[in-house]
């Protein structure tokens, strides 16, 4: 909207109101944050007075691989997001001359079809197991990259729309199961600590210099292509990690001793145990 209402000031003035007015999402995800009730695994945690005094520093001797590992597996994941909602602007604009209404439009459209293929893939994760949907999901990540840009090469505005509301199907595969998968990997005292530093890891080796890369090779070969083999070569990254991840779906380790006598990778089939 205010894209249309800045026209050519977009730039200058136009985005930043919209940004401004994102304070109201702050506000209300703080809200929500402050009345949601600890989990159950972590209040019997805080019952027992058995948090831990240093998190950061046990977590990094007990559990590096996991951090490392789960830094690695968001790669896939992490990188193509900020391809499919940024560096298409200066594809879009620069390379296919399309309109940047249309591609505001796509991505925004992108991002109604996720509210519903995340939750839906955290519910198949839950079904078929983490950690396969989620090496489906960097398998789909690599493939889609090449077809993402031969879509967007056709200059037709039908097929760019088309290809950047799709884009986000094959990361939120990836994207819905993530949360559990990460978290799962560390045992309730560090898992808060663990996840967060595995996860924002990924921030500064994925997401930060996604776009930055991407601009760096259409700028030294002129094609879209050398990007999506960038995604390809990031998804191969998730697989490679995500393969040596357990995978404790629908298993019991809220507790230290059943985490630990869990073996890492296991999917024995089991039920799920409420709290777990």
Known sequence: MFSAIS???????????????????????????LGILETPVFQRILDQQAVARAPVIEVLRRHPKEIILTALARMGQQAPFYIFVAFIFTYGTAVLHSPRDLLLTA??????????????????????????????????????????????NTMVPGWIFLAIVVSLIPHDMMYGPQAALIAECFSP?????????????????????????ATALLASTG???SVAIYILICAFVSISATIFLPDYTNQDISEEDAYAAVPAGSRMAVEAVPGG
């Open 223 to 225: 094609s879209g292509y």
């Open 189 to 213: 005292r560090l898992r808060y600590t663990g996840a967060s530093l595995g996860f924002h890891l990924a921030s500064i080796i994925a997401g930060g210099p996604a776009p930055l890369i």
């Open 107 to 152: 991505v925004l459209v992108a991002t109604a079809v996720s509210t519903i293929t995340m939750p839906l893939a955290g519910f198949l994760s839950d079904r078929i197991g983490r950690k396969r949907l989620y090496l489906i999901g960097a398998v789909a990540m690599g493939v889609w990259g090449f077809v993402y840009f031969a879509m967007l």
């Open 7 to 33: 026209g050519d000031q977009f730039l200058s003035w136009g985005w930043r109101v919209p940004f401004w007015i994102s304070i109201v999402m702050v506000a209300i995800g703080l809200w929500i944050r």
